[in-house]
Structures are given as structure tokens and as C-alpha cells.
């Protein structure tokens, strides 16, 4: 039997033979797409290619990508778990044809691979082709059918409709026909009984599609037409796990050397044995499932958190911590502990992993233990609620506030309701989930025309690197419509432009023409296209226009970015060399940069950093760049890559004295120029997870000048002094001494006005009286009275540095007799503007107006008297 590591690799040497260059996996989490979060195919990588927006490297290509299905157009999260083939996180076997190769020898491969070399049962084989559809105006793919016909017998080669058999990128951009591979692992008995062919595309467990060949002929435009794209590709997607199933002889994923390390590891820690009870076993293949998306995305620098990606893997944790605390009894932290196994398994593939495994397993510590405390608020939120229904029916508004605050997925509200008699209103449920998602579509939604192009087939060059200035040609714009504002996307032949990316910020300016002026807003990176952002379109589009850096804003940008990369040399020198570089954020004010640490800095690490950083500077250390360099030569260099980053075959070095990293970013000539260098926090992001901000150049003089001129006003407030912190220090001191003598005294007053009511009382259990000091100091001395005068009703009214105030305390028997201090309170209240409240026997209140106090003592002694 062949294990999963070998069948991957024959893949991969399968096509090398057919002169496909192996390229790695992308990262699973995207960082610079906004249409994008995670990589849910194996396309991804190559859009620009597909979209024509980047030259191919190479004819051919293959690979194993890791994808995650768990948002937008690709979500399979619910399933997993309870069913045995789709996985939130898996792995897609891919070869492409960029403009090269089409249907004839995708068809011929895809065929040879699995029933040559890895001798799949030909009989067990079936094919779709796309069957026409007449709305679209199309026919059916009869050259795909017509070369499976030469593999293949004609009653395994199905029609499919233009859902299943219609590939489509997205609203816009290429697509095309596709042709299925299924494959029908049921046992004889069960084929003869029901051919395979009637349970194609049925949700049938056992007879999956395991291959996609899309073949991408067209282009769909924004209004909805297709055009026929110039270079045809071929796009090829199948299943890693679910080719493991096949060839290991099981009839689940989770039965395959990919998933049982996890799996028994599961089952030993619970105390139970996987294949015995359905619930445990779903919730076994949940954990396994989800703790391998939840780890690669870690290890690719997505962690956890309250927002958008962060936000999706946050949820995936939680539905795997849910899963083990129902149905496997684990009530403490569990998911964490399974991280070695996973490493071990696949640490050797993905060494991402292997590196960071410490961090992955203590940000996922971190996650399930702030969880099962959420977990067990809303459940006992739940409780409450199940204990005050009346009907049999749990809201479907409070089963979606379980859901989005609490996490908890439907299915667990479902069967606690269950347990308690009662049915949870599904309709409530899912029209609470349709508004959540329509409010996030409707906050991202974006319109963007076709591109319309000046200048066919040029591509872009950017010359930012060297100058701030350019003649510049528009190739191509659209106007875009985001939320109510409408802009221009503009892209140039050449551009001084940087577009956003990498971390930093991206660049403003002007283009001009003779005496118009437009100004650049921003500038983005797009499916690899450098994108400038302008309110109007210039009237003559196919001017030489001067295009124009902000250059003193760049210059600033500059000093932050080659300051971080000084400073992530520095750390890694005081801390040591696990601080790797987990997120940075540069732009002209500030630089931001999120690393792997295990503890708070001291002020001692961050003075070092700075004197080490500063030092550096001092040096006029020269830029030293190189271009296009090959990745193993960068390598070899010492040069620093980032995890969870694509780099290509060349990559760019940029490199001042020690300091060497793969940066695509704009950076100052020499580090004199960056002047002085200045941390101004450090702090927590998450667990092991610090950040740094800092500041450079003039913002960083701004910073100390502050902070002298603060220093100086306080010197000054302090004549004559030689130790500030001992001066502050003794005044605090004094202070708290003053503080405790008036306390004294007003407690001392306030016992003599007790003393006075005491009193008073004597003659009449009943006063309503006016005293205007603090009638809040004579809380303490009333309530003790209490004791010894159940038969006291005390209204006392003032008014200090003009604020009035109400104080009622009542004796026991009062109470009994029917006075209520507090209901007493709200009316009296209202007399000076104001509100309160308390217990039938003490309240208080507060007001505005002064006035009004006289009044209320009277309706005091009115509502007493009664
Ligand atoms: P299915 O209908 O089974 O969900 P799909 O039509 O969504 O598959 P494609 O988008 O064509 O699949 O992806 C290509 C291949 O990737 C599929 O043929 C299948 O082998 C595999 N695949 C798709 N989704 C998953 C998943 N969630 N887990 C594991 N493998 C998957
Ligand atoms: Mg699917």
C-alpha cells in the first residue's frame, strides 16, 4: 500500500515527466487580495497568469496546494466532520497549462495518471462533461467528450449542467467547461444493486468526484457576456486525501495515514475508540479536521482574532474545542496538546510547521481556554433561558445570539433544547444568519467595470526603485463603485508609484499634463497589476502624462521600513533567534512590527534594541540591493524569508551591513539618512505574539522634544529641586496624608449629625429635614440607628456645591407598614431633575436642580404621613 507521501510525490513526478516545473504550495492565507481571504484552490496562485495580467514562468506547472473551504464562494464547513470527504483544510494535486497545452492532453493525463500509474480500477471510473446550457447560449463541450471517447466507454461519459459542470472564477474574469472525475468505492454487492452512474453528483459518500479539469476558454465580462479568451488554459484540481482513500482501499478520508495519527491520538486522550458511536466519531474527525487548518493558518501568520480572517479561524477552533466538550467529555484544553502529533506527521512536508510549532501550540492553548470560559457563559445563559420559556419553542433570535456571541453552531442549541423538551425556531435562526451576511456583503461590496484598455499588452514596469518621476502612459482604467463612493482605477505602462504591499503603505502624488493637475490618492496592488486611485479620469486619456511621488511622504515611508528591518536584526539579537516576523505595518508616521516572543520586554531589552538600532543607523550603512536575485543564492546569503509569504524562482535582497531580507519594499540609500530611532510601546498581541511600535527620522525628534519640554514644565513646577522623582514622590506623600486627616474629620462631623438626628428622634420617630452636608456620610451612622429604632422614618435633603441630594432610611416596622424608600425615592426624585433608587428600607438620589428640594422634603413628609 502505498502511504501518503508517496502518492503525493508520484503525482508530482508524474508531471515533472510531462515537463511540468513543481512549484511549492502558496500560502493558505492571502494577504493582498481583498476579494480573498484564504486560498480555496489551486488556481489562486496563478490568477494573474489566467487574467493576463502577469507573464507565465513557465508553459506548465504542478502542485500540491494547501486550500481552506470555510468562507465566500467555497464554505464546506458544516460538513465537515459529518461526512468522511470534504475537509475545511486539504491539500489539491494540480497540473496547469498556461496558454499551452489544452482538453486533448489534460484528458489524456488525468486518465493515465490514475489508472496506469496509480492503477485505479478503469470500471470504477466515471467522467462528466459539460452537457450546453441555453441560457448562456452555449453547446456542449464535444471536444471533451470526443477525447474522453478515446479512453473511456460512452455510458461513463455523463452530461453535467452548467452548476457542476461550469467553472467560473467569479462574477468577472475567465472561465470555462469542466470535466469531472468520479470514482465509485462501493463494495460489489452495492454496485451490482445500483450502477454507479445514477449516483454521480448524488452526495453519495461512496461515489465522489475526485479530479476537476477545468478548461478556461473564456473571459466573462462585467455585463455578463462571454468573450473567448486568446490563450486557452487548462486548470486541474483533485483531492489529495480523497485519492489517499482510493489507493489505501478506505472508504473514508479519516481512514487514511493523513488523518489516524490524530485520530487514535483523539480517541486515546478521550478515553474512547474511534468507529463505535456516530456522535463521537464525528466530533473526533471535527478535532482532527480543524486542528490542521487552525495550525497551518498559525504557522502561515493568520492568527486568531476578532475580525475577518482572524475571526474565521477563531471560529473554526471553537467548533472543534464544542465538539470535544459535548460528545468527548473534554471540559480543559485539549486541542493544543495535539499539535506534536500533527508536527510530526507532516513537519518534515510543511516545514512552516515544524518551526514554529511552540508558538502554534500556545496561541491555541491561549484560544480554548478564553473559549470553554465563553463556553460555559453560554451555556449557562442557556440554562436561564430554558428556565424562563413558557412555550416549547427557543427563540430563533436568542439561538443566533448563542451562535454569534457564544459560537455555539446550531446544532449544539439544538440538542440542548432537545434535552430540555424543546425545539429551537429555525426560521428565526437562519434569518438572523441571511441579515448577519448580508450586512457584511452588503459593507465589502464592490462594482468594478471591465478594464478598458489604451494600450493592449503592455505590461507594467515599475521604476520606483530608482526615481520619483515619470512619463507615464495610461494602459488601461475602470471605474469602480465601493459602498457610495465611485473612483478610477488607473494603470500605467511605467510607474514611480509604489502600490501597497508587503506592509507598507502606498504611495501619493500628482500627475501632470501642460497645466491640469490630478492627484493620486493611493496606490494598490491588484491581481499583480500596481493600481493608482483617482477621483475623475483626466480628460485626455492618452496624454504623456508627468507622474509625480509625494516624495517627502516616501522619504518618511523609507526611514520606518529599513528602520524595522534594522530592528528586526536588533531583536533577534537581544532576544534571540525563535523572533520571527509575524506582520509589519510601515507607512509615513509610524512603523508596527508583530513578532513571535515569549514575554514582555524589559525596559533594559528595549533600551538595547534602540542603542543597537541607533548604532546602526550611526554607521551609514549603504543600501545594498539586488534585484532579482535566485531564491537558493538568497538563501545561502542568510537572507531572512517570511513565513506564509510567496516568493517566486528570483527574489529581491536588500541588505544594509548585517541586516539581509527578502523585501519587494522602498528603502532610504544609506541608514544615516533614517537619523534617529525611538520605541515608543511594546506590548501583547496574543499569546507568544509581541508588538513594537516605533518611530524614525523628524517624528522621532518630535517625541523627545515632547518629552523635554514635559519634563521641563514639571522641573519648573518644582523650583530648586535636584531629585523630580523624590519632589513627586514626597508630594504624593503629603498628599494622601492630607486626605486621610479630612476623611477624619468628616467622618467625626457626620457622627455628630447622627447624634443631633439621634436626638431628634427621640421626640418623633419620624424627620424629614433639610442638613446641607454630604447626606451620603450619614449612611453609615442611619443604618446602625436602624437597629435600635424600627420604628424610624428618616428623609434627609441637601445641597452641596449646588447639587441637591436625597437620603431616605426606614425602619422595620415602617417597612411592614407599607413606606418603600426606593419607590419614595422616584418620586421625590423627579422634584429636583433628578433620579434614584435603592431598597424598600435605604435609598438615595441625585438631581440638578436645587430648587426643587424644599418641594420634595414636603412630598416627604406628605407620602410619611400616610
Ligand atoms: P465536491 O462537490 O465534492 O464538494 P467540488 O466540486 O467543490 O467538490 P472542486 O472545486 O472542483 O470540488 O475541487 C477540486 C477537487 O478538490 C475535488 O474534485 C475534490 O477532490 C477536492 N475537494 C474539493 N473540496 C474539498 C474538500 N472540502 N475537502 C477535500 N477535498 C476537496
Ligand atoms: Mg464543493
Not at 479 to 490: I, M, N, P, S, T
Request: charged share 25%; proline share 3%.
Amino acid at each position: 500500500m502505498m502511504t501518503s507521501n508517496e502518492i503525493r510525490k508520484a503525482f508530482l513526478d508524474y508531471f515533472a515527466s510531462k515537463d511540468h516545473h513543481v512549484v511549492p504550495s502558496a500560502p493558505m492565507v492571502i494577504k493582498n487580495d481583498p476579494t480573498l481571504m484564504f486560498t480555496n484552490a489551486g488556481m489562486n496562485q496563478f490568477k494573474d497568469i489566467f487574467l493576463g495580467n502577469q507573464q507565465r514562468q513557465w508553459p506548465r506547472a504542478t502542485d500540491s496546494q494547501k486550500c481552506l473551504r470555510v468562507s465566500g464562494k467555497h464554505n464546506d464547513l458544516e460538513e465537515v466532520g459529518h461526512d468522511t470527504y470534504h475537509h475545511t483544510m486539504f491539500e489539491m494535486l494540480g497540473n496547469w497549462s498556461f496558454g499551452d497545452y489544452f482538453k486533448k492532453e489534460a484528458i489524456a493525463y488525468g486518465w493515465e495518471f490514475l489508472t496506469e500509474v496509480m492503477k485505479i480500477n478503469k470500471d470504477w471510473l466515471y467522467v462528466t462533461v459539460f452537457g450546453g446550457d441555453e441560457k448562456e447560449g452555449l453547446e456542449m463541450d464535444m471536444e471533451a467528450y470526443d477525447f474522453w471517447k478515446a479512453h473511456i466507454s460512452e455510458d461513463r461519459i455523463l452530461k453535467g449542467s452548467k452548476k457542476d459542470n461550469f467553472w467560473e472564477m467569479g462574477d468577472q474574469g475567465p472561465c470555462g467547461p469542466c470535466s469531472e472525475i468520479h470514482v465509485d468505492i462501493r463494495p460489489a454487492e452495492e454496485k451490482a444493486k445500483i450502477p454507479g452512474k445514477d449516483l454521480v453528483n448524488k452526495d453519495n459518500p461512496q461515489v465522489i468526484e475526485i479530479w476537476n479539469l477545468v478548461f478556461m476558454q473564456f473571459n466573462r465580462k462585467a455585463d455578463g457576456t462571454l468573450e473567448p479568451l486568446k490563450a486557452k488554459h487548462i486548470d486541474t484540481g483533485m483531492g489529495f486525501e480523497r485519492l489517499c482513500m482510493v489507493m489505501q482501499g478506505k472508504r473514508s478520508n479519516y481512514d487514511t495515514d493523513v488523518f489516524q495519527p490524530l485520530i487514535q491520538e483523539i480517541a486515546h486522550k478521550a478515553g474512547k475508540t474511534y468507529g463505535q458511536n456516530e456522535e463521537a466519531d464525528i466530533a473526533m474527525r471535527v478535532c482532527a479536521d480543524h486542528l490542521r487548518a487552525v495550525s497551518f493558518s498559525i504557522a502561515d501568520g493568520q492568527l486568531p482574532s476578532n475580525v475577518k480572517a482572524g475571526y474565521v479561524i477563531r471560529r473554526i477552533l471553537r467548533r472543534a474545542v464544542r465538539y470535544g466538550y459535548t460528545f468527548l467529555g473534554f471540559t480543559e484544553p485539549f486541542m493544543n496538546t495535539l499539535v506534536p502529533t500533527l508536527v510530526g506527521q507532516m513537519g518534515h512536508q510543511f516545514p512552516e510547521l515544524l518551526k514554529q510549532q511552540e508558538l502554534i501550540q500556545r496561541i491555541i492553548l491561549e484560544e480554548e481556554q478564553a473559549f470553554l470560559r465563553t463556553l460555559a457563559g453560554g451555556i449557562k445563559r442557556f440554562e436561564e433561558y430554558a428556565s424562563k420559556c413558557s412555550g416549547k419553542v427557543v427563540d430563533g433570535a436568542f439561538a443566533f445570539e448563542l451562535f454569534d456571541t457564544y459560537g455555539f453552531p446550531i446544532d449544539l442549541t439544538q440538542l440542548m433544547a432537545s434535552e430540555k423538551g424543546l425545539t429551537v425556531d429555525m426560521e428565526g435562526f437562519n434569518r438572523g444568519l441571511a441579515e448577519q451576511k448580508e450586512r457584511s456583503r452588503g459593507a465589502a461590496k464592490v462594482e468594478s467595470d471591465d478594464w478598458v484598455e489604451l494600450l493592449p499588452g503592455v505590461e507594467e514596469e515599475f521604476v520606483g526603485y530608482d526615481t520619483l518621476e515619470a512619463d507615464v502612459r495610461i494602459a488601461r482604467y475602470r471605474k469602480v463603485k465601493a459602498k457610495d463612493r465611485e473612483f478610477y482605477q488607473l494603470v500605467f505602462d511605467r510607474t514611480p508609484f509604489y502600490g501597497e504591499s508587503g506592509g507598507q503603505t502606498g504611495d501619493t502624488g500628482e500627475l501632470r499634463v501642460k497645466s491640469y493637475e490630478l492627484r493620486v490618492n493611493n496606490t494598490k496592488k491588484e491581481n499583480g497589476l500596481i493600481v493608482h486611485i483617482v477621483d475623475t479620469l483626466p480628460e485626455d486619456l492618452t496624454a504623456t502624462f508627468h507622474a509625480e511621488v509625494d516624495a517627502r511622504r516616501r522619504m518618511a515611508i523609507g526611514c520606518n521600513h529599513s528602520a524595522t528591518h534594522l530592528m528586526h536584526y536588533a531583536l533577534r539579537q537581544v532576544l534571540g533567534e525563535h523572533v520571527e516576523q509575524k506582520g509589519s505595518s510601515v507607512d509615513a508616521e509610524r512603523l508596527r512590527f508583530d513578532f513571535s516572543h515569549f514575554a514582555k520586554m524589559s525596559q533594559e531589552e528595549i533600551r538595547d534594541v534602540e542603542h543597537r538600532v541607533n548604532e546602526m543607523i550611526r554607521q551609514c550603512l549603504p543600501l545594498e540591493e539586488h534585484r532579482a536575485m535566485p531564491i537558493a543564492e538568497a538563501q545561502k546569503l542568510g537572507a531572512m524569508a517570511l513565513f506564509g509569504e510567496k516568493y517566486g524562482d528570483k527574489v529581491r535582497v536588500v541588505k544594509y551591513g548585517p541586516s539581509i531580507e527578502f523585501c519587494g519594499g522602498t528603502h532610504v540609500q544609506n541608514t544615516g539618512m533614517i537619523g534617529s530611532f525611538r520605541i515608543v510601546s511594546e506590548g501583547a498581541v496574543a499569546a507568544g505574539m509581541r508588538r513594537i511600535e516605533a518611530i524614525t527620522a523628524q517624528a522621532a525628534t518630535d517625541y523627545a522634544d515632547r518629552q523635554q519640554e514635559q519634563l521641563a514644565a514639571l522641573t519648573d513646577m518644582f523650583k530648586g529641586t535636584k531629585d523630580l522623582a523624590a519632589s513627586i514622590a514626597k508630594l504624593q506623600e503629603e498628599n494622601a496624608a492630607l486626605k486621610a486627616s479630612v476623611e477624619q474629620m468628616q467622618r467625626e462631623k457626620a457622627a455628630g449629625m447622627a447624634r443631633a438626628i439621634a436626638d431628634k428622634l427621640q421626640a418623633c420617630p419620624t424627620l424629614v429635614d433639610r442638613m446641607d452636608s454630604d447626606v451620603t456620610a450619614l449612611k453609615d451612622a442611619l443604618m446602625a440607628l436602624r437597629a435600635e429604632r424600627p420604628d424610624m422614618a428618616v428623609v434627609l435633603g441637601s445641597v452641596t456645591a449646588g447639587k441637591p441630594a436625597l437620603l431616605i432610611v426606614l425602619g422595620e416596622n415602617r417597612v411592614a407598614a407599607g413606606l418603600n424608600a426606593g419607590q419614595m425615592v422616584r418620586t421625590l426624585g423627579k422634584e429636583i431633575q433628578g433620579g434614584g433608587g435603592g431598597q424598600p428600607h435605604f435609598a438615595t438620589a441625585g438631581g440638578k436642580n436645587p430648587d426643587g428640594l424644599d418641594k420634595a422634603l414636603n412630598v416627604a413628609k406628605e407620602l410619611i404621613a400616610h
